[in-house]
Structures are given as structure tokens and as C-alpha cells.
């Protein structure tokens, strides 16, 4: 089946301007994670979606930062007014149900470059 | 709370063992490992639970020790597939998974 798909794959952009980053989640699926990694880092939470259940908003970064996931199932990261430190690959994840005991699936992920 | 990692390098010879660490400041309700080789996503490598019950592949081992809040991935007899990052992914109590800043490892043929 299917797994995790993101789009774009890449995304340039200039200082200061808006983007969307969409993650299609696996079929079914009530979890879905949102991560950031910058080079050479480890994988910084971002943010958590479960069913119908409010989103754990804590870990983004700032106000510029929102996401939400429409029907269950697609989700999309917006960025307002990029910065060069928003350069990374965001990295969307989902699980069949809880995430304590399922395994994540993760998707291609979408390189973010700020110019 | 962000889970520590050690170390945060390791190189092997083929054939040698490794062992990382990963260790919380609160309470674990699951661990979960991930490896993560350059330029692909992370993949799923194993569960612990609370209470002992472990999901994964037959041949990665891992400890959890619920009281000192911490687990260990142990690689056994590594194989140059075996190289790339590994994360630790820790819950405690609210589902979601905060991740590691990875172990990087590395094996020499």
C-alpha cells in the first residue's frame, strides 16, 4: 500500500515569504507527527496530531509556525514569514493509532531552503 | 524533555559490537529506536513498553530499565548496513514522541 507521501519534495524560497508543506498520511491512520531536522541534527518534534483530540502545539517554534490536519487525514505545516534558520528538512510522520506503542511511519520528507 | 544520546559517534570494524544509550530526565512509558541513513527517512527498528512487552526485529536486541529511565540498543556482530544515525524516541505519558539528537555510527569494512 501506500505509505507516507510529502509534497514538495523541494522547496526554495525567498526571505520573508509564506509556504505550505502537505503531508498525505498512511490510509487510516489517526496519528500524525510533524518534525524538523537541520543538517546534521537530530529530529526536532514539531507538532502532534491524534483523531479528533486538540494538537500538541508545544514543540513549535514560534508563532510564525501553524498546522492543521483537515477530515483526519491531510495535513498542512505553514510557515508566515520565512527566516534563513527555517532551512531544514521537515519530516512528517503518522501511526496507526497511539503513538506509544505503534511504529511511525515516516514520509520523504520536504527540503526547505530560505535564501 | 529531550532524551540524551551516548555516544555521539561511534566507528566499528565489521563484525564488532555497539551499544547506545538513552537516557530521560522523567518517567518512560515507551522507547522507541529509529535508524536514519543519509538521505532516506527514518525506519523503524523496535518498541519497548512499559512492563516489558518489546515490538521489532528478531535480530536488534534492546533494555529497557523503567527504573533508571533509560534503554540501550545493542548491535551485535555489525554489518556494513548496519551504518548510518540512530535515534531513541521517548514517551512519557502524553503519546507523542520526542526524539534524540541521534548516535552516528559508522562501520569500517
Known amino acids: 500500500g501506500a505509505g507516507v507521501s510529502q509534497s514538495p519534495s523541494n522547496k526554495v524560497t525567498e526571505k520573508g515569504k509564506d509556504v505550505e508543506l502537505r503531508c498525505d498520511p498512511i490510509?487510516?491512520?489517526?496519528?500524525l507527527y510533524w518534525y524538523r531536522q537541520s543538517l546534521g541534527q537530530g529530529l526536532e518534534f514539531l507538532i502532534y496530531?491524534?483523531?479528533?483530540?486538540?494538537?500538541?502545539k508545544s514543540g513549535l517554534p514560534s508563532d510564525r509556525f501553524s498546522a492543521e490536519r483537515t477530515g483526519g487525514s491531510v495535513s498542512t505545516l505553514t510557515i508566515q514569514r520565512t527566516q534563513q534558520e527555517d532551512s531544514a528538512v521537515y519530516l512528517c510522520?503518522?501511526?496507526?493509532?497511539?503513538?506509544?506503542?505503534?511504529?511511525?511511519?515516516f514520509g520523504p520528507g520536504t527540503r526547505l531552503t530560505v535564501l | 524533555q529531550q532524551p540524551v544520546q551516548s555516544p555521539q559517534a561511534v566507528i566499528l570494524r565489521e563484525g564488532e559490537d555497539a551499544v547506545i544509550n538513552c537516557s530521560s530526565s522523567?518517567?518512560?512509558?515507551?522507547v522507541h529506536w529509529y535508524r536514519q541513513k543519509h538521505g532516506e527517512a527514518p525506519v523503524f527498528l523496535m518498541i519497548l513498553l512499559k512492563g516489558g512487552e518489546q515490538k521489532g526485529h528478531e535480530k536488534i536486541s534492546a533494555s529497557f530499565n523503567e527504573k533508571k529511565q533509560q534503554s540501550s540498543l545493542y548491535l551485535t556482530a555489525s554489518q556494513l548496513s548496519y551504518s548510518g544515525t540512530y535515534f531513541c524516541?521517548?514517551?512519557?505519558?502524553?503519546?507523542?514522541?520526542?526524539f534524540g539528537k541521534g548516535t552516528r555510527l559508522h562501520i569500517l569494512p
Open positions: 490510509s487510516g491512520h489517526t496519528a
Open positions: 524516541g521517548t514517551e512519557t505519558g502524553d503519546d507523542k514522541i520526542i
Open positions: 510522520a503518522s501511526s496507526s493509532t497511539s503513538g506509544r506503542a505503534n511504529e511511525q511511519f
Open positions: 496530531f491524534q483523531g479528533n483530540s486538540a494538537p500538541d
Open positions: 522523567k518517567a518512560l512509558y515507551s
